[in-house]
């Protein structure tokens, strides 16, 4: 009897209640995107980006992500994003160097995450000259990486954001195997997302060779309990969609998350849509 009037003084004292803090850690939860923007060109008539930079800018801040990876990124689109989205930072370089040639940049959100540690290197058999073309790609490709940690819960993991050749089926399959190892190289056990536009459905080479072998990735689509949203990501601003496509765009990690949600964003108004490919926004718990 003693005990139990002696614990109901110390809830009161406390303010009614037994604070959770001290049975459980806080858990760290995500919000990652993957997002081809397409880039600026006049000859997208509508769909310009001027057209849509303000839509997008809105939907990221309405969706409340936390990070996220973007491609064919020019300069300009940019600065855009970055004026319109004033509580994220970013971290990338344009892929003829600097601010030249289109980035795959990482955004995120400045008050949640420290960077500990980024970089940008190349697809191609000399990773750190800037501007190389690997295997049969017809254009320069990079990767954008960060160390990531939470101001809250102190948590660390990694970030990795690409786009792959458009042409060469070599560079891409190259690539996959070179960011695999990139991730395996630094990583250790920490938490790993990949984001891009990839540029092959599931069942090309690319995609098996992430998803296979030493270091290999998981498919978020894969692992999601909850999914929403069409089957494919490209769009090509095409009004009627190809019921024939599939997904290009993906948003991979390493196994030490859980995922808890998968969308693709149905960005389409009449013949304007948000971008040429839909963003995907996944939801996540670090373990």
């Known amino acids: 009897m003693k005990f139990f009037l002696k614990a109901l003084l110390i809830v009161f004292i406390m303010g009614g209640s037994i604070p959770t803090s001290s049975f459980a850690q806080k858990k760290e939860y995500i919000k990652v995107m993957t997002s081809n923007i397409r880039m600026a060109s006049k000859g997208d008539g509508i769909n310009y980006w001027d057209n849509r930079r303000d839509w997008y800018a809105d939907f990221v801040k309405f969706e409340d992500v936390d990070i996220f990876g973007a491609q064919e990124v020019l300069y300009s689109q940019l600065t855009d994003i970055q004026d319109r989205l004033p509580d994220y930072a970013h971290i990338g370089v344009g892929r003829e160097g600097e601010n030249e040639g289109e980035f795959s940049p990482i955004f995120y959100k400045k008050d949640k995450y420290e960077v500990l540690k980024s970089e940008t290197f190349w697809l191609s058999l000399t990773p750190n000259e800037v501007g190389s073309k690997g295997w049969d790609a017809a254009l320069p490709r990079i990767v954008t990486w960060a160390k990531f940690k939470s101001k809250e819960t102190g948590e660390e993991f990694y970030f990795f954001n690409t786009h792959f050749d458009h042409v060469g089926e070599e560079a891409r399959k190259q690539s996959a195997a070179m960011i695999k190892e990139k991730v395996g190289e ?8 990949v984001t891009g536009d990839f540029n092959v459905p599931p069942a090309n080479a690319p995609y098996q060779e992430l998803t296979s072998g030493k270091n ?7 692992e999601a309990p909850k999914k929403y949203g069409p089957s494919y990501t490209f769009n090509g601003f095409e009004l009627e969609p190809d019921t024939e496509r599939d997904r290009i765009d993906y948003i991979f990690f390493n196994g030490k998350v859980s995922i808890l949600s998968y969308q693709v964003m149905d960005g389409q108004r009449g013949k304007r849509y948000i971008s040429d490919h839909f963003p995907i926004i996944v939801e996540a718990e670090l373990k």
């Open 186 to 193: 630094v990583a250790g056990k920490l938490p790993v997302f």
């Open 216 to 222: 290999k990735m998981k498919d978020t689509f894969n």
